[in-house]
C-alpha cells in the first residue's frame, strides 16, 4: 500500500494526543445515485456518512460490531467531526476510505482519507468518547485496542 499525507492540522492534533497511530484501515464504496446533488457531485454531509461506514467496518475488523458493543452497553457518540473537501466526487466514481484509530483515555480519534483511485479528495476526523447509556465515561473495550495496536 501506499503511504499516506496526512495534513498537518491532523498531525498536530496527533502530537498533542501523543498517541502515534499505527493500524491502517480501508473501505470502499462505489457513489450511488441518490448521494449526488443538483450538481452531480456528492452532496457533502455524504462524506461523514462515508466516514460512519468505514468506522463501523473498522469495528467489524477489530472484533467486535458495533451492534454488539451496544449490547455491552458501551457507546461511541460522535463529540467532535471535521471534514475538509479538495475535489468533487461524482455518481458511479469507487472510493476508498482509508482510516485511522489513535486512543488516549477513554477518547478516540480516527481520521478519515476518501481517495479516488490514488487522489485523495477529502480528509477529516472524528472523535469520540466511550461511555455508558446513563452518559458515565468508560474505559475502552479491550476490542477497542486493538484499533491501535
Known sequence: MKSVVIPASLTSYRERMNAPIQKTFQFSLRVPYANVDQMAIVYYAHYLMYFE???????REA???YPEMEKRGVL????????????????DDLLVVVSRCSQKG????IEYEVKRGDEV?????????????????LRPAPELKRLVE
Open 53 to 59: 461506514m468505514a468506522r463501523a467496518e473498522m469495528l
Open 63 to 65: 472484533g467486535i460490531s
Open 76 to 91: 461511541l457518540p460522535v463529540v467532535q467531526a471535521h471534514c475538509e473537501y479538495k475535489k468533487s466526487a461524482h455518481y
Open 106 to 109: 477513554p477518547r478516540l480519534h
Open 121 to 137: 479528495i477529502v480528509t477529516g476526523y472524528t472523535e469520540h468518547v466511550c461511555m455508558s447509556r446513563e452518559g458515565k465515561v
